[in-house]
């Protein structure tokens, strides 16, 4: 009897009673179709991803060479899969002997991350030092590790599962492992995929009642080849009608992060378990579905982890068009703001500023307020946004922070080593008391007809500033800092990314409504450096930030990480002006809202020309529910107001519904 798929039908568990049930699993399709008959269901096997293992892995047998060269190089290894581990071992073995191999893994630490991996390694010859409790993520994988071994300096090796998991990379580095990845096979699309396109078109017409995901990259294959084959919108709202399982929490995060919901999870994460538990809860989960109408269309994709503030009360606000936006609900016209819509190009702003200095207004939540409420009452936008500026958390951890006119923010006392991070005191945001307080004040000048955003610098690019010591270019002193020492750097970032959580959550607490993170130069990143020196930090800051509360996630220069900026988290996904929103849009799978993006640039153009562009923005949106018009960045010192005011009720007029 397999613990991995037995379930017995006659322990009392309610059958599917003839629900139509499609499972993704791949390799034990033949099991799991048995399982889902014996309870009663018709099974509908739709094999949605294969192994491929990789010819010629250098990888693999440079591994094994340091591990067999007399004193191992590596302290512990991590064997996160039950068919990585043998992969690995195979590949290993056309080289050296097994028991060489088991007998040196015997003399370091080895991580089994669950039951596949522990069976896979004693089967091979290697009994787990440190196996790692369930639900088995990779926080229990690093929890386990970090209490028996003392990480700092020393050399670990993770085999991997297809995919890096840049969570556990980012997690060991901060506390001082030197990571060695070790790819053993990728992931791919069945050779044979015509039965998950029969089950894709079953779900999209209605035709199934149950879908079970074992894998997290099942659900990644299951959503693009739907999007590819032109039914993607059909297909989740076929899955948000229907009764949606999933193995355990890292499937559960990936279905979450396309926009859908988990509905249930089995006790154990087993395949027997999950169909067990599919069978006692299908049957009432879809009469819940179906009654709801609101699940015809797909439900917002909050942040992994993220958790709604209990007990609160439903928000005076929640219909205002822009929070419908925000859920990727309909609204009655496209809700429009702009990025520094209170600022320097407003005469109203420049009498202010040429009595005060810039952090002056800042600090004087009177003065601070004043400014984003005037210009809210003259554009007439959809959202205010408190005056307040990205590096304001830098000023209690008293590095310099001054702004040189005509030269920006300066940095006097830069970070560039561990003893510069060490130098630097725990902050205590309410040493930023004075944005909550201008906060308050305008809630209560306009909290009731208008939400009001609180923003943030994201952890990257507030450490782009405090290692540059200013603004950059190239950001030269940032990715030598993150490829010659990634445990400060890490450090650096898990500091970055508290403080940025905490500064948010006041904000909140004030009265903000949503809440923007900005990450101006994280743009300045290839894919995979923001995989493993971005993603998880600021990924930490979202999933803190409670679901009640949108999360508009903002960077420039950023088309080649809108997936990973996903991936991170937001509800809405800021764009700018160089991409296409359509194409954007769809390569996000519309599980996301988006914001943009018009180039600020066009509001020096004229008024005709300004309509024109706004019409070919909101054309490229299309009507879809979740489209904030906004600019691709800030609003420039010379743009005419006339101007600025003549976009917004553009939009305003042009995408009434």
């Known amino acids: 009897m397999n613990p991995q798929t037995d379930s017995n039908s006659s322990d009392g568990t309610p059958g599917f009673g003839r629900l139509r049930v499609v499972a993704f699993e791949s390799?034990?399709?033949?099991?799991?179709?048995?399982?889902?008959?014996?309870?009663?269901?018709?099974?509908?096997i739709a094999p949605a991803m294969r192994e491929v293992p990789l010819e010629d892995n250098h990888a693999?047998?440079?591994?094994?060479?340091?591990?067999?060269?007399?004193?191992?190089?590596?302290?512990?290894?991590?064997?996160?899969?039950?068919?990585?581990?043998?992969?690995?071992?195979?590949?290993?073995?056309?080289?050296?002997?097994?028991?060489?191999?088991?007998?040196?893994?015997a003399a370091i630490a080895t991580v089994a991350r669950g039951p596949k991996a522990i069976r896979a390694m004693r089967d091979l010859g290697v009994e787990p030092s440190i196996m790692v409790p369930e639900p088995n993520t990779w926080r229990e994988v690093l929890s386990a590790l970090a209490s028996q071994v003392e990480l700092k300096g020393k050399r670990v090796a993770i085999q991997e599962y297809g995919v890096s998991n840049h969570e556990l990379t980012a997690g060991l580095e901060a506390r001082g492992a030197r990571v060695t990845i070790i790819p053993?096979?990728?992931w791919t699309l069945p050779a044979d995929r015509a039965p998950l396109r029969a089950a894709l078109n079953?779900?999209?017409?209605?035709?199934?009642?149950?879908?079970?995901?074992?894998?997290?990259?099942?659900?990644?294959?299951?959503?693009?080849?739907?999007?590819?084959?032109?039914?993607?919108?059909?297909?989740?709202?076929?899955?948000?009608?229907?009764?949606?399982?999933?193995?355990?929490?890292?499937?559960?995060?990936q279905i979450r992060a396309y926009g859908l919901r988990v509905d249930f999870e089995p006790e154990h994460s087993k395949l027997g378990h999950l169909v067990k538990a599919a069978a006692a809860q299908a049957a009432s989960i879809l009469i819940a579905n179906r009654a709801d109408t609101h699940r015809i269309e797909p439900g917002p994709a909050p942040n992994p982890r993220r958790r709604a503030i209990s007990n609160a009360p439903r928000s005076p606000l929640a219909d205002h068009p822009m929070l419908k936006a925000c859920r990727r609900e309909a609204a009655p016209y496209t809700p429009v703001w702009l990025m520094r819509q209170a600022g320097r190009y407003m005469p109203e702003y420049r009498r202010v500023r040429e009595r005060h200095g810039f952090l002056e207004m800042c600090k004087r939540p009177?003065?601070?307020?004043?400014?984003?409420?005037?210009?809210?009452?003259?554009?007439k936008v959809d959202a205010a946004i408190i005056f307040a500026d990205i590096l304001l958390p830098l000023i209690p951890m008293e590095v310099g922070l001054h702004f040189e006119k005509g030269d920006g923010p300066v940095i006097d006392r830069p970070v560039r080593t561990e003893a510069d991070l060490e130098r630097i005191p725990t902050v205590d945001v309410a040493a930023l008391g004075f944005v909550g307080e201008a906060i308050k004040l305008v809630h209560r000048a306009i909290g009731a007809t208008t939400p009001l955003?609180?923003?943030?610098?994201?952890?990257?690019?507030?450490?782009?500033?405090?290692?540059?010591?200013?603004?950059?270019?190239?950001?030269?002193?940032?990715?030598?800092?993150?490829?010659?020492?990634?445990?400060?750097?890490?450090?650096l970032m898990e500091r970055l990314a508290r403080t940025t959580a905490d500064y948010l959550k006041m904000q909140i607490a004030a009265g903000a409504d949503i809440v923007q993170i900005f990450d101006s130069w994280v743009g300045s990143l290839g894919p995979d450096d923001y995989r493993r020196f971005v993603l998880p930090h600021t990924a930490s800051v979202i999933a803190a930030i409670p679901a009640d509360v949108p999360v508009i996630h903002f960077?420039?220069?950023?088309?080649?990480?809108?997936?990973?900026?996903?991936?991170?988290?937001?509800?809405?996904?800021?764009?700018?002006?160089?991409?296409?929103?359509?194409?954007?849009?769809?390569?996000?799978?519309?599980?996301?809202?988006?914001?943009?993006?018009?180039?600020?640039?066009?509001?020096?153009?004229?008024?005709?020309?300004?309509?024109?562009?706004?019409?070919?923005?909101?054309?490229?949106?299309?009507?879809?529910?979740g489209h904030i018009f906004n600019l691709?960045?800030?609003?420039?010192?010379?743009?005419?107001?006339?101007?600025?005011?003549?976009?917004v009720d553009a939009v305003h007029e042009m995408s009434a519904r």
């Open 27 to 44: 390799r034990m399709a033949a099991e799991v179709a048995t399982m889902i008959e014996r309870r009663g269901g018709v099974a509908i």
């Open 60 to 105: 693999a047998l440079d591994f094994a060479d340091r591990l067999l060269a007399g004193k191992s190089e590596f302290e512990a290894v991590i064997f996160m899969t039950g068919v990585g581990t043998r992969a690995l071992f195979q590949a290993m073995e056309t080289r050296h002997q097994r028991a060489s191999i088991a007998a040196a893994l």
């Open 184 to 186: 053993v096979y990728r």
């Open 202 to 253: 079953a779900i999209a017409a209605g035709a199934a009642d149950v879908a079970i995901f074992t894998s997290s990259n099942q659900v990644t294959n299951v959503i693009q080849l739907a999007d590819a084959e032109g039914i993607g919108d059909a297909v989740r709202r076929g899955l948000a009608r229907m009764a949606v399982g999933s193995i355990g929490p890292v499937c559960s995060e």
């Open 366 to 379: 009177e003065l601070a307020a004043e400014v984003t409420v005037t210009a809210v009452e003259r554009l």
């Open 453 to 491: 955003i609180g923003f943030a610098g994201a952890p990257f690019t507030l450490a782009s500033y405090l290692i540059e010591g200013g603004s950059s270019r190239q950001y030269q002193a940032t990715k030598t800092f993150m490829y010659m020492q990634p445990e400060t750097w890490h450090r």
């Open 555 to 625: 960077g420039t220069v950023t088309g080649n990480l809108l997936e990973l900026m996903r991936e991170a988290g937001g509800d809405v996904i800021g764009l700018d002006w160089r991409v296409d929103l359509a194409q954007a849009w769809a390569r996000l799978n519309y599980s996301v809202a988006v914001q943009g993006n018009l180039d600020p640039i066009a509001l020096f153009a004229d008024v005709a020309d300004i309509r024109t562009r706004a019409r070919a923005i909101l054309d490229q949106a299309g009507g879809r529910p």
């Open 632 to 647: 691709g960045h800030g609003i420039l010192p010379d743009t005419p107001v006339d101007h600025v005011i003549a976009l």
